[in-house]
């Protein structure tokens, strides 16, 4: 429990890969107007290396780090699969384990509880 009596595993993070950081801004603006997430950071300049269909891909991307409540994800990531480019795009999550306080409040306050399923 957080020092609020908030259970810490009420947030998460989900990483999404785009092609372009003009994508990436496009998917990112969508999430948070939705109330998706609270905030998206979009790291440029990495490389992904791959196998896709049997071969060895290499790839310019940005990375979208996505903090959200963890009851978000399953929208977060429909959201992601329908406007995405890519036939498999990477949706991937982790629970954030702590952290400044005031700033899991902000997100708590940003984006509405949901039900879980």
Same mark, same amino acid.
């Given at each position: 429990?957080?020092?609020?009596?908030? *259970? /810490?595993?009420? !947030?998460?993070?989900? !990483?999404?890969?785009? *092609? &372009?950081?003009?994508?990436? $801004?496009?998917?990112?603006? +969508?999430?948070?107007?939705? $109330?998706?997430?609270?905030?998206?950071?979009?790291?440029? +300049?990495?490389?992904?290396?791959?196998?896709?269909?049997?071969?060895?891909?290499?790839?310019?991307?940005?990375? /979208? /780090?996505?903090?959200?409540?963890?009851?978000?994800? *399953?929208?977060?990531?429909?959201?992601?699969?329908?406007?995405? *480019?890519?036939?498999?795009?990477?949706?991937?999550?982790?629970?954030?384990?702590? +952290?400044?306080?005031?700033?899991?409040?902000?997100?708590?306050? &940003?984006?509405?509880?949901?039900?879980?399923?």
């Amino acid at each position: 429990m957080s020092s609020t009596g908030r *259970p /810490m595993e009420e !947030f998460s993070m989900a !990483f999404v890969t785009a *092609p &372009t950081a003009d994508k990436a $801004k496009e998917l990112a603006s +969508g999430i948070v107007s939705g $109330k998706l997430a609270a905030c998206v950071n979009i790291i440029p +300049g990495i490389t992904s290396v791959y196998e896709w269909q049997g071969k060895i891909e290499e790839d310019s991307e940005v990375l /979208m /780090m996505i903090k959200t409540r963890t009851t978000s994800i *399953p929208e977060l990531t429909e959201y992601v699969r329908k406007n995405h *480019p890519y036939d498999v795009c990477e949706v991937i999550t982790t629970s954030i384990e702590g +952290g400044n306080q005031a700033y899991l409040d902000w997100i708590a306050k &940003t984006v509405p509880e949901k039900c879980e399923k």
